[in-house]
């Protein structure tokens, strides 16, 4: 059984209202994190497949004054740009991958010097900070041009943590993992 295997089991044992309830716990443990409450702009990702949904965190991040970027993968993903975005039904459109990506033309332009933390996306995570992801090494691309300072932050359910993720050469490590359950920070 792969890992996508593995954890879409593992997600599936469980109702719509007992994942609402991880869910909600996930989110509440990262509006407590230190480097969150202390950021000021911060990058999130819009979901796909087993990613944890995006949507209420940003809502509620709204809520916190923070300011929300996401990126935009434009010319055949090779070049990335970050993107205010202040309204998610208003200002996203979709991307060649099916994902929600800013609308350029309706949201400001963000050097990515100025991001102090991202949400990085995936289907699974190990404990070191590999992941799996569902976005064909984008979001590798992405880690590799954030600043060193930028925390790399994942938000997993604790059912998306796996022993070990066969990770490449261009494969990125996130920081640290949010779960509904710990903290995890990089081994």
Do not use: H, W
């Not at 990126?71 to 998610?88: A, H, R, T, Y």
């Not at 992941?131 to 059912?159: F, M, V, W």
């Not at 022993?163 to 920070?185: C, E, G, H």
């Amino acid at each position: 059984m792969s890992v996508i295997e593995t954890v879409e089991k593992r997600l599936s044992a469980f109702s719509e209202e007992e994942l609402a309830q991880k869910r909600k716990k996930l989110e509440d443990r990262l509006f407590d994190f230190a480097n969150f409450v202390e950021s000021k702009i911060i990058l999130f990702y819009m979901p796909v497949g087993l990613e944890v949904d995006t949507t209420a965190i940003i809502n509620r991040s709204f809520s916190r004054k923070k300011i929300i970027a996401l990126p935009n993968f434009e010319s055949e993903k090779i070049k990335i740009e970050f993107f205010k975005v202040d309204d998610l039904s208003t200002e996203l459109k979709k991307g060649s991958d099916g994902r929600f990506e800013p609308d350029p033309a309706l949201c400001k332009s963000i050097p990515v010097r100025n991001i102090d933390i991202a949400i990085i996306p995936g289907a699974a995570f190990d404990e070191k900070g590999g992941r799996i992801s569902l976005d064909t090494g984008y979001y590798d691309k992405l880690i590799a041009r954030l600043p060193i300072t930028t925390r790399k932050i994942a938000i997993a359910l604790e059912e998306q943590i796996v022993p070990q993720i066969s990770m490449d050469s261009k494969s990125k490590y996130v920081d640290i993992i949010v779960t509904d359950k710990r903290i995890i920070y990089k081994i």
